[in-house]
């Protein structure tokens, strides 16, 4: 397309004169740019590149932003050891997690109000999980695969008090009326049973069917004027819901026999404990000195 250079009027093809200004003109031809392909190529190739870059970042940093499956940071989520100092995947928590809970206060869901009664999600269990007031933490040992719990509400002289909590239900199963003087809680392997050791002047076990909610109460530990002191940490054998530990053979201090003599040194013995009925089998092993007792 040509314009005249004195008026800028549009001239026809091959014109000589302006039909409007009459001038003489040579005419000008503007030459109409097309756009250069390859930038809009080199825009879609910076796009493509930071989206797939920012996709890149949002995947590796995604595993150490994902929280525990127990909660906020603050709230006794287990973190990695070494440098990495991350919090853990939800698959690397293990399926048992221990934690206490002070009076007053939350931790992992549950909390110990300062009236003394247990909650989770700021919901009550069915009944209530209360002590009887001078209770000043409660100790949680927390089943992931099954959502339940074994709570002890923990008393500075010792009477403690223990449940089987549901926190799919809310409802809650105490092992007693009273006080149990309850120390630790395990899970058998086969997650059918909750035990409870127990030691308050004389030592025993709690089982309680977690399926059933049965409560059944062990003997104390002993035979005939003797009693059992447990001298080590009891464990599972193997897969079996049967659990062994090491005990010392000594008079019971409580007991009212005036024939009763310890011997001389230490007489230890293994004893098995069946969680679902909680029968005793015991076999002496042979008796150890003191010295050789201490590097057990």
């Known amino acids: 397309m040509a314009f005249c250079m004195h008026c800028g009027a549009t001239l026809r093809e091959g014109a000589r004169f302006c039909g409007i200004c009459g001038q003489r003109v040579a005419a000008v031809k503007l030459i109409e740019r097309q756009p250069r392909q390859w930038i809009w190529g080199l825009l879609i190739l910076i796009v493509t590149l930071s989206l797939g870059l920012g996709g890149l970042y949002w995947w590796k940093t995604r595993e150490a932003a994902l929280p525990g499956a127990l909660g906020a940071k603050d709230k006794g989520v287990q973190r990695a050891q070494g440098d990495e100092a991350r919090l853990l995947a939800p698959e690397a928590v293990p399926e048992i997690v221990e934690f206490e809970v002070p009076r007053g206060r939350t931790v992992n869901g549950f909390t110990f109000t300062r009236e003394g009664i247990l909650t989770y999600s700021g919901r009550r ?3 209530n999980v209360a002590g ?3 209770e000043e933490r409660v100790a949680i040992s927390f089943l992931r695969s099954r959502g339940l719990a074994g709570a002890i509400l923990m008393d500075p002289d010792g009477q403690n008090r223990s449940f089987l909590l549901d926190v799919n239900t809310m409802s809650s199963t105490p092992s007693s009326d009273g006080w149990d003087a309850a120390q630790k809680i ?19 076990f709690i089982r309680v069917d977690l399926n059933t909610k049965q409560v059944l109460w062990g003997d104390f530990l002993g035979s005939g004027d003797k009693t059992w002191e447990i001298r080590n940490n009891p464990r599972w054998l193997g897969d079996s819901d049967v659990l062994v530990f090491n005990v010392e053979e000594y008079c019971d201090p409580y007991g009212f026999s005036d024939t009763c003599v310890d011997e001389p040194t230490p007489v230890i013995y293994e004893v098995h404990l069946d969680a679902a009925t909680l029968k005793l089998s015991a076999r002496r092993i042979r008796s150890r000195s003191e010295k050789e007792w201490k590097r057990l």
């Open 125 to 127: 269990f069915s009944p």
């Open 186 to 204: 395990f899970w058998s392997p086969s997650r059918r049973y909750m035990v409870v050791f127990c030691s308050y002047e004389g030592e025993r």
């Open 132 to 134: 009887f007031g001078g």
